[in-house]
């Protein structure tokens, strides 16, 4: 397996589909991304900043898993990655459809698989089941199909 550093939307993406969830009222997806929000926020409480801001968990989220994706190419390849520094930015809205493939490209990308990964693939999980029940080839299967 190859190892890449991700580029700065993937992640971007990723973050703010989780804190659109958490916020917006309308959502299907809260109840599985408020562990990721509540994960992020207890890291960023930990930090010895005194700039915290109630949206800073988004950042030390975002950092926390370019870290990671940086981890996997010093692991993979036994030496530092030449890519820049990673800036988080609020990106364009993505589709849910686009904000899955991110997160699939971001665990291809991190070999490790520590709480935060774990909990991000349960969000890929989750959301691999909603795009499939919207498909019309699952709303056409049959329910209790008997031969």
Known sequence: M???????QVINSIVDFIDYETTSQCTGFR?????????????TAHLSNEFNTPDKWKQTLAHHLYN???LSWCI?????????????STPKICSTMQVFKSIQCLL?????CIQI???????????CNH??????????????QRN
């Open 31 to 43: 109840h599985i991304c408020e562990p990721i929000k509540a994960y992020a926020q207890n890291m």
């Open 131 to 144: 795009l499939l029940m919207k498909t019309m080839e699952y709303q056409k299967a049959d329910w209790n």
């Open 2 to 8: 190859s190892v890449q550093v991700v580029n700065d």
């Open 76 to 88: 993979r390849y036994d030496e530092p990655t030449t890519e820049e520094s990673y800036s988080y």
């Open 108 to 112: 291809y990308q991190c070999g490790e």
């Open 68 to 70: 990671l994706n940086v």
């Open 117 to 127: 990964l774990k909990l991000i693939e349960d969000l890929q999980d989750y959301l």
